[in-house]
Structures are given as C-alpha cells and as structure tokens.
C-alpha cells in the first residue's frame, strides 16, 4: 500500500500558473533552460552537502544531467543525480509557485562564511522559483520523481497536469536527485525531437559546468572558459571557443579576457575576427555579444551590452550583478545595463588602444578592414568620441603612400605656431597631392592628413577637436599659414621661391586684379558670388573658396541625388573663385579681357567658364563634366588654329655606303 497526497494550488496560485504557462516566457524552449538550471542546482547542492555533511549524505558518483527524448511516445525527460527532495521538499517547492528552493539554499549559504560555500554560492542559478512551471507551456502531464540524497531517504513520485491539483505518493526504485518526465501536447511535439532538443541546449546551456547527455550522447563539450582563471586559458583554449562563438575557421586577430568584480561584476571575454561580411553589402551586422548570468543564456546577441558600432566584436559577458527580470530573458533595471555598457566600452576602447600601441603594422591592418566602424563610433557615440579619435587612422602628405598616421602622431610633429590638424578629402591621395588646396602647405611643408573615405569629412566634423586641436580642411577660405614656423618650411620656401624665378616674371598689379575680379564676375554672372586674387597659389591658376562645410553638404547632396536618379546641375549654389595674380594663364586672360573684338570676348568667356569648372572639379563640386566638352573642343580647335595644314617633307638620312676597295 502507498499512501497518496492529494494537493491542490490554490486559486491566486492557479492563475499565477496560468501566466507562467502562458505568458511569462516570450519562446516555450526556454523551459528546457529552465529545468537544466534547476538541475545544475541541485548538484551544486548535493556537491556542496557532501563536503559539509558528509557523514549524512550518500557518497556521490559522477555528476551528469540526462536528457531524453521519444518522439512517438511525444515524451521529454530530464535526471539528474543532485540533492533530490523530500516529500516536504516536493510539496513546498512544488507545490507553491514562486517559492525558490534554490534562493532558500542561497540564504543558508550566507551564514556559513567558508569558502566552500562561496564557491557554491557562484554557481547557485535560481531565483525565482517559477523555472519548473515553464514545463507547462508545452506539457500535458508532468511526472517527478525524485528521492533526497540523505541517508535512508524513500523516492516520491509528483504528478499535475497544471489544471490546478498535483498528488504525490511514495514510489520505489527511485534514483537518488530528480527525473522529470513530460508528456508534451499534441502542438509541443517538435520538443520530443533530438536534433531540436540539441540546438536549443547548445544555444542556452552548452556552458553548464556539468556533462548534459541527450539520448546517451554528450552535448555540451565547450568549457565556459570566460569562467576560469585567465592564465589557466590557453591560446588552444580561445581559438576553439572563437570558433565555436563566431563559426569563423580563422583563429581571431585579438582577444581580451577580463574579470573585475566593480564597479560591476564581469567576467567576460572579447575577440575580433580577421574580416567581417558587412563591407561585401551582404547585410548589417548583428550585435554579437551574449549576456550570461552563471554560465546560463539570458540574451543571445544582446543590443544593449555594447554600443551599436562594436557589433564587429565578438565574444560573452557574464554578470551576476544584473537584476534578472523572473523571466531571466531580461534585466529589470536599464541603469544597470547601462553602467555595464560604460565600464566594457571603456575597457574594450583602451585594450584596443593598447594593441595599437603594441604592435603598430598588425593595427594597421585592423584599421583597413574595420575602420568603418570606429568612424560610425565618432558619429554615433558622442560620449567616447574622443577615446575613438585615438584609434583613428589616415593618409599623411609627409609619409609614404600605403602608410598611416595616428592623430597623437600628427601633433607630434607639429612645428611651432600650428594649431590645427590640417586634412583634405578627396578620391585618391594622387589627387589630393595635385590639388590646388594643398600647394601652399606643400609650399610650406606643412603637414596634411588625406582623407578618402565616403564617411570620412562626417567623422571630422562630428569629432571636431582632438585635444585641444581644431580639426579643419584646407578647403576653407581663411586658411592662414603665417604663424607656423619651422627650419623645414623656410628652407623649402627658399627652393619654392627659386623654382617660380623662372615660370613667373611679374605678378598683376592691385589696379588690374580689380579689373580682372569685376570681368570674371560679370562674364560668369549668376554661377558666381565673387573673384578675388590670392597667395595662396603657386601652381595653379585659380580654386573655389566657398567653404568646407557648404562644399562637405554639397556633396552629400549631389550623391542623394544621384542615387534618386534627379539632376545635379541646379544643386550649386554661388561660389568665391580666387585666381593666381602670378599665374602664366591668369595674366593672358587678364590682357585677353581687354579685347573688345567678337573672337577675343568670345574666347575669354571660354577660358573663364573652363578655369572656373577645373576649379569645381578640383572642389568636387561639378555636376556633369560632360557637359563642358563642347567648350573644350572649341578651345582645342583655337588653340591649334596656327598648326599649318601641309605635309612636312621627310629627309632620307641613310648615309651613303663606303666605295668598295678594289
């Protein structure tokens, strides 16, 4: 004869069930997390008592959780051989919802100070006591069997079917822990199949610190090495988790493995890949950090563990200090996460730093395939802008072609008297060598970063200043060089200057340069807002000066409309062109302009609309240059005007061959 318990929830507890059931959880796998949680637990407990109690505890073979799955019985079951319960351990835990025998266990811990007890206590996953009632979601009936490892403990058998009653009863041949079996409903059955079942382990519980088996087989053979200690994590060690982690077959570029118990506890580990699929356009990146609390899944590639532009790193976060929602799909409190996205940004900003600093030619390398995402940082996170502008990396005038320069590197080398970090954007670093923007630093030897990036000039002008550094193009108008001062730039000034002595004899005077200023205004007429002479020429005869700014979003503008298919020929507002009073073609057309004559006024206008295009060509600022190619080809004809049109006659300059010697 067994004597059989008749329980019943009562009525508060019947709809707190009914939520659990049915809408605590968003995804009904979670419940197989849930019960794996719970039997972690309990061999925690069991490993724990058998070291404090041991003279009152069963001896404890190998730890292990088993799962197995039938799909034509439609059944799940989860055993393990931990602490087990009594059959007041049965009715209480059970039988009251939201009653955690696992928290019940963590406060007992608190009065035992020993070590032993803290280690359990780190482990420890429960909270809530709601884990088991999650197997409702998905369950027709449940069945628990289980039988507590103390000495001379009889087996007991739970059963519900979560109408609102559960009985239990003695039951013999009960192994020592607990086996919970699940006879799932009709539309649950895809939890009776093995392959479904691995996946939903490996994606939640594949770094549980005991053996899982399913249908005899192991699952979860990856350590949480983010757990250990780190000089006990090998380089073999990482390599596999990065693979497992980001299904890369490369081993990761870098990697971080940090621990710190405040102002958060974190043990977490980082990696960065050799590439990444978001530059081929394939799709945007996910985030690809996951939040774990105890080695169990709480937020698969969680968005809010660090900011969107880090979604390059990969790699797992562990906190036990985030206040679980009951759920434990979530956190309760957003200043937390917060304060956990501010500690891990700063770490991961300075480690990244570091390696730059460790090794430069591998930095490099990293820059050129992930600095998209550290200028999406400038822009987007206005709180570590300045950490990011450390990380930055461009084109220098005074280094090699193919070589970056850090800003920390521009200022260094800065000579006295400057200020700001001069840059200048443009296609190809050919490009910006030939522009006209760039001739009085050349001039000067003064030092220029090249920019060609689509995104680049948006980075600058979010980033700004860079200690205490204005960032500034030398496409602005009142570029000033006259302060700065070096040995370098007065012997290159020197050179520059004895160059000139032979392409330029006189530059125009003030009076003709205000001649030549109101003829360009009124032959350009509404294209211009005003022409005026300047030194900051050498080799050029003229360039636009409106400003960086209004060019940067004249570009932008020009690629949103040509993206929608809209012309951009009425995008363009007035500019300033300035022109070289010392330029060989500058002064002509000035002596040209005085013509009065149709062919000479007609040439002129040509000429000034072809030196104001080249210049918005120089700018990047010309809508369609086909449209200038009528012009060119007039100019050619008049320029070859003179070439006469007669056959030069070829002289046979064969030498005559030797006499012959008799």
């Known amino acids: 004869y067994q004597r059989r318990v008749h329980g019943g929830f009562q009525a508060e507890t019947r709809q707190l069930l009914d939520i659990v059931a049915r809408s605590l959880y968003t995804e009904k796998e979670i419940f197989i997390r849930e019960l794996i949680s719970n039997a972690s637990d309990a061999l925690e407990k069991r490993r724990h008592l058998s070291l404090v109690s041991q003279n009152e505890v069963e001896p404890n073979e190998e730890s292990n959780i088993l799962l197995t799955v039938d799909e034509k019985k439609r059944t799940f079951s989860l055993q393990d051989n931990g602490i087990g319960m009594t059959k007041e351990e049965l009715i209480q835990n059970l039988g009251t919802i939201a009653r955690s025998g696992s928290k019940a266990f963590l406060q007992k811990l608190k009065e035992d100070k020993s070590s032993s007890s803290s280690d359990v206590a780190e482990s420890i996953i429960g909270q809530f006591g709601v884990g088991f009632y999650s197997a409702f979601m998905c369950a027709k009936g449940v069945k628990v069997y289980s039988r507590s490892c103390f000495k001379n403990s009889p087996g007991y058998l739970w059963e519900s079917d979560g109408s609102g009653e559960f009985?239990?009863?003695?039951?013999?041949?009960?192994a020592i822990g607990t086996k919970i079996i699940i006879q799932l409903k009709e539309t649950e059955s895809q939890f009776a199949s093995q392959s479904v079942v691995e996946r939903i382990v490996r994606k939640y519980s594949n770094f549980i610190g005991f053996p899982i088996y399913l249908n005899a087989k192991r699952v979860n053979t990856v350590d949480a090495i983010w757990r250990k200690d780190i000089k006990t994590v090998t380089e073999e060690d990482h390599e596999a988790f990065y693979k497992f982690i980001s299904s890369d077959w490369q081993k990761p570029l870098y990697r971080l493995h940090?621990?710190?118990?405040?102002p958060v506890n974190i043990n977490a580990i980082f990696y960065i890949g050799h590439t990444h699929n978001e530059k081929f356009g394939v799709a945007r990146l996910e985030p690809n950090v996951s939040l774990y609390c105890k080695k169990v899944l709480i937020k698969h590639k969680a968005k809010d563990i660090l900011p969107e532009w880090m979604r390059f790193i990969h790699g797992v976060v562990d906190s036990e200090d985030l206040p679980l929602n009951i759920s434990r799909e979530g956190t309760q409190d957003s200043s937390q996460i917060r304060k956990l996205n501010n500690v891990l940004t700063r770490r991961l900003l300075k480690w990244m730093e570091d390696e730059a600093k460790k090794d430069p030619v591998q930095y490099e390398k990293f820059f050129l395939e992930f600095g998209s995402f550290l200028k999406e940082g400038v822009c987007t996170d206005q709180l570590n802008k300045a950490e990011i502008g450390k990380l930055l990396r461009f084109e220098s005038s005074q280094r090699a072609k193919g070589e970056l320069v850090s800003l920390d590197d521009y200022i260094e080398r800065m000579p006295e008297g400057q200020e700001k970090i001069y840059f200048l954007h443009t296609p190809t670093r050919e490009t910006a060598l030939s522009s006209p923007y760039y001739e009085q630093f050349k001039k000067k030897n003064v030092e220029v970063l090249f920019l060609s990036g689509n995104i680049d000039e948006y980075v600058m002008g979010h980033l700004a200043t860079y200690k205490k550094h204005r960032l500034y193009s030398i496409e602005n108008p009142d570029v000033d060089l006259d302060k700065i001062k070096s040995k370098a730039t007065e012997e290159s000034n020197q050179e520059v200057e004895k160059s000139l002595e032979d392409l330029v004899?006189?530059?125009?005077?003030?009076k003709q340069c205000t001649k030549l200023s109101?003829?360009?205004?009124?032959?350009?007429?509404?294209?211009?807002?005003?022409?005026?002479?300047?030194?900051r020429l050498s080799d050029s005869p003229a360039v636009i000066v409106t400003g960086h700014e209004q060019a940067s979003m004249h570009r932008m503008m020009k690629q949103m409309a040509l993206m929608q298919g809209k012309s951009t020929l009425d995008l363009l507002p007035k500019q300033v062109l300035e022109y070289n009073p010392k330029h060989v073609v500058i002064k002509k057309l000035y002596y040209l302009s005085l013509q009065k004559d149709n062919e000479s006024v007609e040439r002129g206008r040509l000429l000034a609309e072809q030196i104001f295009d080249n210049a918005l060509i120089a700018a990047d600022l010309l809508g369609d240059p086909r449209n200038m190619l009528s012009r060119l080809n007039t100019l050619l004809v008049s320029a070859l005007r003179d070439v006469p049109e007669k056959e030069v006659e070829e002289k046979d300059e064969t030498e005559p061959s030797p006499p012959k010697s008799e």
């Open 258 to 262: 940090y621990k710190v118990d405040a």
């Open 167 to 174: 009985t239990i009863k003695e039951a013999e041949g009960v």
């Open 505 to 510: 004899t006189k530059e125009l005077d003030t």
């Open 518 to 535: 109101e003829w360009f205004t009124k032959v350009l007429g509404e294209k211009l807002m005003e022409a005026k002479p300047t030194k």
